[in-house]
């Protein structure tokens, strides 16, 4: 093969390197920049594992005719509860988007200021027991859309398929979302067992941060997003599955 691999990676705000101080710290980035005897053409695009998730992938399958699918699962909307859904239910869409500002506002206080993060947990934590919360999506629907996804990769021809399974969230977002480790831990069963049925390659994203409590350390303020080691980590476990499909070093 004369021209560069191309890799698509189909992931998230962790994979797309938006919150880190410089996004070529990224993972899939620093493979394609550092994979020894390989040239590669990176795609990034967010995956949301919804209805048309799969109908999504199939025009970036057929926009870039890759060599290398990464799937970088995420359990966020099946895992995380918030207010800005309840109130659509309850008010309608114009009290949900008036809370949804807030929670972005509280997401990028957390990453930005630890103490103004800090002041803004019992506000938050009082608006969830009055108001109630609801999570984006089911962990059943989630999990569907990426069965559907490995389904449809499963029948690309001489394209290694990668799945990266979920880096989890810290202890303080569990505590926020009674049973997000109920949910996470199924998550990831569920779809390490699915990704195995299609012989994809498998890549724990908690499992290469040293798992639960060790991994914390790897997380950015937020609890959500990993920092540049965790990339790093991450990155160093892709290179030899993909070097040792293509001819890499």
């Known amino acids: 093969m004369t021209r560069p691999l191309r890799m698509l990676v189909l992931g998230h705000s962790d994979s797309d390197g938006t919150r880190l101080t410089d996004s070529a710290d990224a993972w899939p980035q620093v493979v394609a920049r550092e994979l020894p005897g390989l040239s590669i053409e990176l795609t990034h695009r967010i995956l949301f594992p919804g209805q048309s998730a799969t109908k999504f992938v199939e025009k970036e399958l057929a926009a870039g005719t890759p060599d290398i699918v990464v799937v970088a699962v995420s359990s966020f909307s099946a895992a995380f509860a918030f207010v800005s859904n309840r109130l659509r239910d309850l008010l309608g869409d114009r009290a949900a988007s008036v809370a949804i500002r807030l929670e972005h506002l509280a997401g990028d206080l957390s990453v930005s200021n630890q103490r103004l993060h800090q002041a803004t947990i019992a506000p938050r934590r009082a608006a969830r027991r009055l108001v109630g919360t609801r999570p984006t999506s089911t962990l059943e629907a989630t999990l569907d859309a990426y069965r559907d996804v490995f389904q449809r990769l499963a029948r690309e021809e001489d394209v290694q398929t990668i799945v990266l399974g979920g880096a989890g969230y810290t202890l303080h977002h569990e505590r926020m979302n009674p049973g997000m480790r109920v949910i996470t831990e199924r998550f990831d069963a ?51 599955l993909i070097g040792s499909r293509w001819g890499g070093a």
Request: no cysteine; glycine share 14%; charged share 20%.
């Open 190 to 240: 569920e779809l390490l067992s699915a990704a195995q049925g299609h012989h994809f390659d498998w890549v724990s994203h908690a499992g290469v941060m040293g798992g639960r409590g060790t991994k914390e350390r790897f997380f950015m303020s937020d609890g959500i997003h990993t920092d540049e080691a965790g990339q790093r980590l991450v990155a160093d476990s892709m290179m030899p």
